[in-house]
């Protein structure tokens, strides 16, 4: 991994976590964002063009597999659907979650510029809800007050770190 120009490399300790935590080397980390109450890393902040070229808005990217399970388990139950709808009924809440996009997106640019994916921001901003743990990873990087409905769905979650940190549920599947 290499540095961007105003930050250093991402720990070694760190990436070996993350690949436990994933399964797979992670590419294209820049840092890690957000760190779980049990230490490891559980959001990492990516390049917006991945080492092979691929392209990748998404800038704010959940690893750990507590927190990803605790998300998908809201996503299941139509918090979703549920926050688009809001979305179409609050116009304060549309405009607030107009603005998290606009965030999103400045930050990703920091880390360069991309065209196919300018514009773009992840997780159906700003229109829709389409992926809460881009939401979730988003509020936890930057603090609360930016993405509302990213707010939201973290104060949804129970304490996932509260069993085992994330690289012992790596380590056994099992847990």
């Keep these: 991994m290499t540095a961007t120009p105003d930050r250093a490399p991402v720990a070694q300790e760190d990436l070996d976590a993350v690949e436990r935590q994933l399964g797979r080397i992670p590419r294209g980390v820049v840092e890690v964002s957000h760190r779980c109450p049990c230490g490891e890393p559980d959001v990492l902040r990516t390049l917006p063009l991945l080492p092979d070229g691929t392209p990748f808005p998404t800038s704010f990217y959940a690893t750990c597999p507590r927190l990803t399970g605790a998300i998908s388990t809201l996503e299941s139950v139509g918090v979703m659907r549920e926050m688009t709808d809001r979305l179409g009924e609050d116009d304060d809440l549309a405009a607030r979650y107009a603005a998290a996009h606009e965030d999103y997106l400045a930050r990703r640019n920091e880390l360069g510029q991309v065209d196919v994916i300018d514009g773009i921001s992840a997780g159906g901003m700003p229109t829709r809800v389409k992926c809460l743990h881009v939401l979730v990873a988003h509020s936890l990087s930057v603090g609360p007050g930016v993405n509302p409905l990213g707010d939201e ?22 847990q």
């Design 153 to 174: 769905a973290l104060e949804m979650l129970p304490d996932w770190w509260a069993s085992h940190p994330c690289t012992e549920l790596a380590e056994d599947p099992q």
